[in-house]
């Protein structure tokens, strides 16, 4: 057995794991990364990238079966998935491309394999031993089933609906969550008949209510079916279809069964546990700077108890670099995390829902919803929604909840709204350029200072 050391060993070269790795060599460390697949990870390669292109596909269709209503003349002639998927892999090779150059600019030694912890601070690839300094655990998420049904055949989940070579003409997508309600959008683009099933009472259970309201109603107009506070009982497929059955007593069936009921995290079988790394529910405890109990062992991404997004775990992976290198970072507050939901229409949200903010501050929190048919830009992409500011009694903004197309591009500002803790005059008189969608939140501040100017009072 031999042994190789740096200042920094980091475990997944997904979205935490590299952004560690480049913040840490950034700072002069050098920076043994472990990847046994490709670097970038979920999100790159079976994730929000090519989700985010389906999704982009799936707006070009609708605007090709839409022009008539912008008094242009079009035909959807139809949707040729090979040249669909073709698109969507360009974008991830060469976003790749870029990504192993960085990787190389930034002197990151990659260690291709499938490493485990040892202890301490070492992991194993193949036989050989890397120690740091420091370590970080990185290893991501995988989706999730429920008990009983068991992934395959015409029984799939994200990863397989990401490559498929066809376009199913029924599908049944278990799960009214992010990644659910995403898929359902794009199919439903594409003329699949989609039915959602979600055992809570609503769609994108984790946002505001008005968000969830909101959606529904976007979805009913576009013909996507969902069956919300019902729970599924089972499914049988065979060479013609899948047959899912509710606890309702009733039967759906379709070609696929799409399962989006969340994501697991990937730790089981890499020695963490045996190691006596402190875990719960197969998720990495940490502490607020994200250390795990074992000294200079640190945790980062969707095996962290927490939303799994992205760009947290890119937060969190500079976040530990800089804690290493003594830069003393400040904590990252999850509510102030940004999430956005790319579907046809689009929601976003930061900070706290309506009712988080009431069991956190009292009945005292005020709202004010802005609707998108008094905003210009968006009568003129003919989109409906709205936008809702949650307010802390004699305190900040501290929920910021939209729904609409392109709204997901309008989180920037609410994102800045909610982490430097702005009251509403303070963004009143901020000037938004018109015709935009940032001026529903100009507006919706502008009420909430006490002087609307677009609105019906
Ligand atoms: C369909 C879908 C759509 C999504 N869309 C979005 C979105 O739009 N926006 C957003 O913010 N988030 C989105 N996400 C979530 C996002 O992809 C994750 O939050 C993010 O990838 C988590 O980063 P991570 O570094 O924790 O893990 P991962 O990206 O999963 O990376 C972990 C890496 O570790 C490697 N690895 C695991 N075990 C080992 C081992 N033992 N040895 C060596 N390497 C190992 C894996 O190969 C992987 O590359 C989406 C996820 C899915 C599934």
Partial sequence: MTDAGADLVILG??????AAAFRAAELGQ????????????????RGCIPTKALLHAAEVADSARDGEQFGVKTILEGVDIAGVNKYKDTIISRLYKGLQGLAKAHKVTLVEGTGSYVGGTTVEVDGQRYTGKNLILATGSYSKSLPGLELGGRIIASEQALSLDYIPEKVVVLGGGVIGVE????????????TIVEALPRLVPNEDEFASKQLERAFRRRKIAFKTGVKFTGAKQDDNGVSVSLESGETLDADLLLVAVGRGPNTAGHGYEEAGVNMERGFVLTD??????????????????????????????????????GLNPRAIDEAGIPRVTYSHPEVASVGLTEAAAKEQYGSGVTTFTYDLAGNGKSQ???????????????GPVVGLHLVGDRVGELIGEAQLI????????????????????????????????GKPLHVHS
Wanted: charged fraction near 20%.
């Fill in 13 to 18: 070269g997904g979205s935490g794991g590299y």
């Fill in 30 to 45: 050098s920076v043994i990364l472990v990847e046994k697949d490709k670097l970038g990870g979920t999100c790159l390669h």
């Fill in 183 to 194: 898929f359902a959008s794009v199919w439903a683009s594409f003329g699949v008949d989609v």
């Fill in 380 to 394: 003129i992409l003919k989109t409906s929604g709205a936008v809702k500011l949650v307010k802390a009694p004699d």
């Fill in 418 to 449: 909610y982490n430097w803790e702005a009251f509403p005059e303070d963004v009143a008189p901020l000037i938004h350029a018109h015709p935009t969608q940032t001026e529903a939140l100009g507006e919706a501040h502008l009420a909430l200072a």
């Fill in 288 to 325: 607020d700077r994200l250390r795990t109990n074992v000294p200079n062992v640190y945790a980062v991404g969707d095996i962290v108890p927490g939303l799994q997004l992205a760009h947290r775990g890119f937060a969190q992976g500079i976040f530990v670099a800089e804690e290493i290198a």
